[in-house]
């Protein structure tokens, strides 16, 4: 309510006394809370009629603010609702089967609910999978338990929507009083944002996030109602009780970096759930992100994570005390248990201690009707300008391979070499192309790397059936020089990399799924591209160049093999021949050996031990330098006849 004076009453009083009017404070779609503006009630009334969205939420908060119940009604009543509503009238309550259900509501006994199909409460974004439904089962029964978890499905099987129908049961079924809390990565923020409006536009979440101005409007208009509008609650005795009585959301959606700017605000309250995405992210019990998160008043506590089994065994250690620190006390016990994964009883034991806390169902498993997914491992050869850099680079650093000591400086002719078998442009920028013909140009740019003038042939073709590609590397310097390679093409592409926003990211993604004739190429870095991101219209996957974790190139891979992919994916994974990248894949595969196994040991490059780096790096020299000394002596025999 806000107190105003209208026209008329001012040319009848004269200027004298006010009125009360309702306004409502508008978040507007695309911009940040800084924009905010008060409006009318009538005018929101008017628009309202023309979207369903609005229109849904608008009915929701009339409901809250007059004390109805929540329960879900066909559209033809919700109509019926809304002129009485607003006249403090309750038809809900004068239907005998609903007064029914809600008190079989508050009498039931711990864990005998379970949803039969998909939830009527969801109806908005469709209908939950098998699977999906068998999830949303088991994280309710979870919190009924008070049992920490964590929902390991395989990436693209739906662990957002399962988690939000989860979250909306709480509200739909029990009515739960305290706020829930969901921290996600910056890079999936919007994914969410949008899965929470299509599967529970009912529930109030609020996006914390953006600039200082912005979490001020935020914590000033969307945090808390004004203490005179608390009803039927008693009096607070201390300042925390009093924030807690005046919470008027339901979920509050924030990222991990407001986790670390806004610690103060978030801890002032007590949650119902904590959900963390990527909750592979606590491995470190150092990180600041695990600290914050672990000190938070939560009654129950869901990681989401599908890459589970990358961690080492302390790492799984850490996702397992975050969740239950009483059950899970010492490190030192828990690998003596399980320090050699190769006998069956350990493996036994260990399954029998995760089973309780962890969900994993794989996509060959519970998507029967998956499009297929085959990877190909495509082994290029170095062009000649490549092979002249290769054997440059190792001529030049000669000292650090053969004294071995120096481990930092090996990793930085790791990193050369690495570059090199990508595109031998990214070393030396004198090498581009100076001519202005864009037909000599696309040509040098191609000819200079083997990988560029395979997949150029490769997309030629792809192009003409009606293929769309993902294209993922570890190098944004090379998605710079892909970029220049699309343009000369005129093939429109899409790209998305570490320094693209939120916003931005969204809308890129958009773009590549719903115009299709315009888009046939997305450019990604592997890991800013491989989370939260849908991009099922592709059909093909080119891995340029891999990461040394695995798991990433699968979170890459599953972006198009996921649930809405209708064809076969093809995945090519590009790889050297000879070369650092041909190793490098070898011990790859020792780290994917063991995932059967549930959990293995996984060292990331910094890790490598000396005489692993020295393995690595002469992988392949021997050949190559002998494969120069024998052109040198065919020219001179050339030159001889």
């Known amino acids: 309510q806000k107190q105003t004076r209208s026209p008329e009453q001012d040319s009848k009083d004269k200027g004298k006394g006010l009125t009360s009017i309702k306004e409502y404070f508008v978040k507007w779609k695309g911009k940040s809370f800084i924009h905010c503006s008060w409006v009318k009630h009538d005018d929101v009334v008017k628009v309202a009629k023309y979207s369903a969205g609005l229109n849904m939420r608008f009915k929701h908060y009339q409901r809250s603010v007059y004390g109805m119940p929540q329960v879900a009604t066909s559209g033809k009543l919700e109509d019926q609702e809304v002129g009485d509503m607003v006249n403090g009238i309750d038809p809900l309550w004068v239907l005998a089967d609903r007064v029914i259900a809600q008190q079989e509501k508050k009498g039931r006994k711990v864990g005998r609910r379970k949803y039969g199909e998909s939830p009527g409460f969801l109806a908005g974004g469709g209908s939950l999978h098998p699977y999906q439904l068998e999830g949303l089962n088991w994280l309710y029964f979870a919190w009924e338990q008070r049992k920490n978890v964590i929902l390991a499905d395989e990436m693209g099987l739906g662990k957002t929507i399962q988690s939000i129908a989860f979250l909306a049961a709480l509200k739909e079924e029990e009515q739960v009083q305290k706020p829930h809390l969901v921290v996600v990565p910056l890079s999936t923020f919007p994914n969410w944002e949008r899965e929470f409006a299509l599967w529970a536009p009912q529930l109030n979440v609020v996006p914390f996030i953006g600039n200082q101005a912005g979490r001020t409007v935020i914590k000033t208009h969307e945090l808390y109602a004004d203490p005179s509008q608390v009803k039927g609650k008693t009096k607070a005795h201390s300042r925390h009780a009093e924030l807690q009585a005046r919470v008027k959301f339901h979920v509050l959606l924030t990222t991990y970096e407001m986790v670390g700017s806004e610690t103060g605000t978030l801890r002032s309250l007590e949650y119902e759930t904590l959900i963390v995405d990527e909750g592979h992210r606590l491995k470190n019990q150092q990180s600041k992100l695990f600290q914050q998160l672990h000190n938070f008043k939560t009654r129950q506590r869901t990681l989401l994570t599908g890459t589970p089994l990358q961690n080492n065994l302390s790492e799984l250690w850490m996702l397992l005390h975050f969740l239950d620190a009483s059950k899970f006390q010492s ?22 201690l995760l089973s309780p806390h962890l969900l994993r169902r794989l996509k060959k498993d519970v998507l029967k009707q998956l499009p297929p997914k085959k990877e190909q491992i495509v082994r290029v050869e170095l062009s000649p300008l490549q092979k002249d850099w290769y054997r440059g680079i190792l001529t030049k650093n000669f000292p650090n391979l053969t004294n071995g000591k120096q481990t930092g400086r090996l990793k930085s002719v790791m990193m050369e070499l690495r570059k090199c078998c990508n595109h031998p442009f990214l070393i030396d920028e ?99 591209g491989g989370l939260g991101i849908n991009l099922a219209s592709a059909d093909t996957v080119i891995i340029y160049d891999s990461d040394w974790n695995p798991h990433n190139d699968l979170q890459a891979q599953s972006r198009a093999h996921r649930l809405g992919q209708l064809k076969p994916v093809m995945i090519y994974r590009l790889v050297t021949r000879l070369t650092i990248e041909e190793r490098m894949m070898q011990q790859t595969k020792k780290k994917m050996m063991l995932e059967h196994l549930v959990v293995h040991k996984m060292n990331t490059a910094a890790d490598l031990k000396q005489d692993e780096l020295d393995d690595i790096l002469r992988y392949g020299a021997a050949e190559l330098f002998a494969d120069a000394v024998a052109a040198s002596q065919k020219a001179q025999q050339d030159a001889t006849t």
Not at 331 to 352: M, P, R, T, Y
Not at 452 to 481: C, N, P, W
Request: hydrophobic share 40%; charged share 25%.
């Open 430 to 528: 004198q090498e581009w192309p100076v001519t202005r013909d864009p037909k000599q140009f696309l040509q040098q740019l191609v000819q200079a790397s083997g990988k560029l003038a395979l997949i150029d042939s490769m997309l030629v073709r792809m192009k003409e059936r009606g293929h769309r590609v993902l294209i993922y590397s570890q190098f944004t310097t090379l998605l710079d020089l892909l970029e220049e390679w699309l343009a000369a093409r005129q093939w429109g592409y899409q790209r998305i990399d570490g320094s693209v926003g939120g916003a931005d990211r969204q809308s890129r993604i958009d773009q590549f799924n719903r115009r299709p004739a315009d888009n046939f190429v997305f450019l990604l870095s592997t890991k800013a």
């Open 331 to 352: 490190l030192g016990d828990f690998e003596a248990d399980f320090s050699d994964l190769s006998h069956g009883d350990q493996i036994a034991k260990l399954h029998e």
